[in-house]
C-alpha cells in the first residue's frame, strides 16, 4: 500500500519537472547601432550569465556591456524574466569602451543620410585618417537638410570642435557656396589662411580630393590626361603652390586673358590655331607631358575646339602647343579654366590639365573664412583630407563648371602661347569667371598692329614664321626678347 | 498599422499596447529604448524610456533615463516627459528634469501619429543640436530627486 504523503518523492519531481524547466532556452535579439547577434540563452538566466554570453559574441568585456530593455537599464543581479524579456524579443546593447571611443557602441547608424544627391558614395573610399572614434559616421541630421558642400560627409567628428549641430553646419554651407559664388575676392583671402595653405601643399590630400569628387571623375573617364596629371605629384605640387600664391595667379590669369584676347581677334588667327591644334594635338600633348615637373601648364594641350565651340561642355583636354613643345602651351588654360569652376569651399577647385587642383579663385569668402567656425573648420579639414574630399563633392561645383562651359570668353581665353602667361591666365580667367561669367577682355588694336614693329623685327633676324612670331609676341606682351627666346625654344636648334 | 492612419482615431490601449510591442522588439535604430515601468501596469500609462548618448557630442556614452507618462488622452494628446537622469538640455528644467513641451517640436506640434518613440529620438537629435552639443554635464549617473 502506498501512502500519499505530501513528500512522495515521484510526484514531487514529477510536479518539478513540469512546473519549471531549467533548459528552456529563448533566443532573444541583441542590438547595437551597428550590429545586431541573436543570442540563445536560458530564459532563467540572469543579466548577468547573459552580459556573458553577450561578451563572447561582441567581443567586448563584460563589463563595458550595458543592456537596455524597454526603457530600463538591466542589472547584472536581474533576471531576464522579470524583465519580461522573452523569446523574439530585442535587447539592446551599449558597448562602453574607453571615454570617447564607441566601438558599436553609440554611435550612428548613418551618417550620410542627409539626403545628398551626390558624394555620399565618395565619403569612404579612401581611409580616413581618424582614429577609432569615429568609424566613419557622422552626426545625422533630418534628411530635409539641404544637399550642400559638406552633405557628403561621412565623418563631421571633427567639425564637432566647431560647435555647430548639424542643422547650423549646413545652413553654413550654404552661406559659403552662396558667397563662393558671388565673391571673386574670397579666394585671395582664403588663399591667405595659412591652413588652405597646409591643405594646398599635401599633393596627396589634394588628389585625393579631387579623385573623389564624383564630377572629377566623370572628367576623369573622359578625359584620362586629367587622371594622368593627378598622378603626378610634382605637377600637382607645382599647381598647388600656385594656388596657394594668389598674386602669381591673379597675374597669370591677366596675362593669359590678355593675350588670349589678342589672339581671337586676330583674323584667321583662330582658326590658324585650330588647325594647328588638330594637328599636333597628339605629339604635343605627349611632348608637353614631358613638361609637367617644369611647368604645371605645359600639359595645357590647347583645346582650341573648345575655344573655337565654346558651346561644348567644358573640355579638359590639354590644348596642344602650336608654337612648340617647350612648355609653351596654349589652352592648357582653356582645359584649366574649364576645371576652374569647380570650387571647393577650401580653395580647391576643378583640376584640368594643367591644374589638377582647380584652382579657385572665386573665392571662399573672406567674412566665412574669418569666422571662428570656419577656422576650426580648416583645423579639422588639415587634419582630416576626407572631411576635403567631402566637401569638393558640392553640387555647386558642377554649376560652376557650367557656367564656365557656357561662357565662351572663358574658353576663348583658353589660348595662350607661353607657358608662364597661360599660368596667369588660368588664374585670370577663374577670378573673371567666379566674378561673374569673366567677361572676355576685348581688345580694339589687333596684336599684328601691336606687335608690328616687333614682327618686322623678328622676320629680320630671320623668323620667318610669322604666326609663331606673332603669338609669341603676344604671349609675352611684346617683349621681343623673350619671343625670341620661346620662338628659340621651340626650334630645333 | 491602425495607429498610424491619419484621421483614425485609435483606442488609447490599442495604441499603447503597439508601442509597448515596438520598444520589446527593438524597433528603430536601436539609439532609443522604451518600455512599461510596471508590466503589471494595466492602464499603460507610466512608461520608461532610454536614450543613448548621440556620439561627439558632450551626452555620448551616457544613458539617459526618462520617464514617461501617458495620460488618458493619449495618442491625442502629448505624452508628459521628464528626465529622471540628471542633464543639461535647453528645453528641460533643471531642477527636476521635466521637459519644457514648448521646447520640443513633436510635443509642441504633437500629432496623434507620434509616439513615445518620437519623443525619445527628437529629444536625443535636440542633444547633437549646436546649441546642446557641448553644455557642460553633471557627473555621470546623478539622478533627479523630485
Not at chain 1, 98 to 111: C, E, M, R
Not at chain 1, 414 to 435: D, G, R
Not at chain 1, 438 to 450: A, F, Q
Request: aromatic residues 4%.
Amino acid at each position: 500500500m502506498a501512502e500519499n504523503s505530501g513528500t512522495d518523492p515521484t510526484v514531487d519531481s514529477n510536479v518539478v519537472e513540469n512546473a519549471a524547466s531549467d533548459e528552456t532556452m529563448i533566443v532573444v535579439t541583441v542590438k547595437t547601432p551597428k550590429d545586431k547577434e541573436e543570442i540563445a540563452i536560458s530564459e532563467d538566466s540572469s543579466v548577468a550569465q547573459f552580459k556573458e554570453e553577450i561578451s563572447k559574441r561582441f567581443n567586448a568585456k563584460q563589463d563595458q556591456l550595458v543592456l537596455i530593455f524597454a526603457g530600463k537599464i538591466l542589472k547584472d543581479g536581474d533576471t531576464l524574466n522579470q524583465h519580461g524579456i522573452k523569446d523574439g524579443l530585442t535587447v539592446h546593447l551599449v558597448i562602453k569602451t574607453a571615454p570617447k571611443a564607441t566601438v558599436g557602441g553609440t554611435s550612428q547608424s548613418s551618417a550620410s543620410s542627409s539626403g545628398t544627391p551626390q558624394a555620399n558614395s565618395s565619403v569612404n573610399p579612401s581611409a580616413a585618417p581618424n582614429d577609432s572614434t569615429t568609424p566613419g559616421t557622422g552626426p545625422t541630421p533630418a534628411s530635409t537638410q539641404p544637399p550642400n558642400l559638406l552633405s557628403g560627409f561621412g565623418d563631421l567628428s571633427s567639425l564637432s570642435g566647431m560647435g555647430m549641430g548639424s542643422a547650423n553646419f549646413m545652413e553654413m554651407q550654404q552661406q559659403m557656396q552662396r558667397q563662393l559664388m558671388s565673391n571673386p575676392e574670397m579666394l585671395s583671402q582664403i588663399m591667405d589662411n595659412p591652413l588652405v595653405q597646409n591643405m594646398m601643399s599635401n599633393p596627396d590630400l589634394m588628389r585625393q580630393m579631387i579623385v573623389t569628387n564624383p564630377q572629377m571623375q566623370q572628367l576623369m573617364e573622359r578625359n584620362p590626361e586629367i587622371s594622368h596629371m593627378l598622378n603626378n605629384p610634382e605637377l600637382m605640387r607645382q599647381t598647388m603652390e600656385l594656388a596657394r600664391n594668389p598674386a602669381m595667379m591673379q597675374e597669370m590669369m591677366r596675362n593669359q586673358d590678355r593675350a588670349l584676347s589678342n589672339l581671337e581677334s586676330i583674323p584667321g588667327g583662330y582658326n590658324a590655331l585650330r588647325r594647328m591644334y588638330t594637328d599636333i594635338q597628339e605629339p604635343m600633348f605627349s611632348a608637353a607631358r614631358e613638361q609637367f615637373g617644369n611647368n604645371p601648364f605645359s600639359a595645357l594641350g590647347g583645346n582650341l575646339d573648345s575655344g573655337v565651340q565654346p558651346s561644348r561642355t567644358e573640355n579638359r583636354e590639354p590644348l596642344p602647343n602650336p608654337w612648340g613643345p617647350p612648355g609653351t602651351t596654349p589652352s592648357e588654360i582653356r582645359g584649366t579654366g574649364a576645371s576652374t569652376t569647380t570650387t571647393s569651399s577650401a580653395g580647391g577647385t576643378a583640376p584640368s590639365a594643367s591644374n589638377p587642383l582647380g584652382i579657385n579663385a572665386s573665392g571662399l569668402g573672406n567674412g566665412v573664412f574669418g569666422s571662428p567656425g570656419m577656422q576650426s573648420l580648416m583645423q579639422q579639414i588639415s587634419e582630416n583630407p576626407q572631411l576635403m574630399q567631402n566637401m569638393l563633392s558640392a553640387p555647386y561645383m558642377r554649376s560652376m563648371m557650367q557656367s564656365l562651359a557656357q561662357n565662351p570668353d572663358l574658353a576663348s581665353q583658353v589660348c595662350t602661347t607661353s607657358a608662364l602667361s597661360a599660368q596667369q591666365q588660368l588664374m585670370q580667367q577663374m577670378l573673371q569667371m567666379f566674378a561673374g561669367g569673366g567677361g572676355g577682355s576685348s581688345s580694339t588694336v589687333t596684336p599684328e598692329v601691336r606687335f608690328q614693329q616687333q614682327l618686322d623685327q623678328l622676320s629680320a633676324m630671320g623668323f620667318i614664321n610669322r604666326e609663331a612670331n606673332l603669338q609669341a609676341l603676344i604671349a609675352t606682351g611684346g617683349d621681343i626678347n623673350a619671343a625670341i627666346e620661346r620662338l628659340l625654344g621651340s626650334q630645333p636648334s | 498599422v491602425l495607429a498610424q492612419t491619419g484621421g483614425v482615431k485609435v483606442p488609447r490601449n490599442f495604441r499603447l499596447l503597439e508601442e509597448l510591442e515596438e520598444g520589446q522588439k527593438g524597433v528603430g535604430d536601436g539609439t532609443v529604448s522604451w518600455g512599461l515601468e510596471d508590466d503589471e501596469d494595466m492602464t499603460l500609462t507610466r512608461w520608461r524610456g532610454m536614450i543613448i548618448g548621440p556620439p561627439r557630442t558632450i551626452y555620448e556614452n551616457r544613458m539617459y533615463s526618462l520617464k514617461v507618462e501617458c495620460g488618458p488622452r493619449y495618442p491625442e494628446a502629448p505624452p508628459f516627459v521628464r528626465f529622471v537622469t540628471k542633464i543639461n538640455l535647453n528645453g528641460v528644467h533643471n531642477s527636476n528634469g521635466v521637459v519644457d513641451t514648448r521646447a520640443v517640436s513633436a510635443l509642441a506640434k504633437w500629432q496623434n501619429s507620434y509616439s513615445i518613440r518620437v519623443v525619445l529620438q527628437e529629444l536625443r537629435r535636440l542633444m547633437m543640436c549646436k546649441e546642446n552639443m557641448k553644455l557642460p554635464q553633471p557627473p555621470e549617473g546623478q539622478i533627479y530627486t523630485n
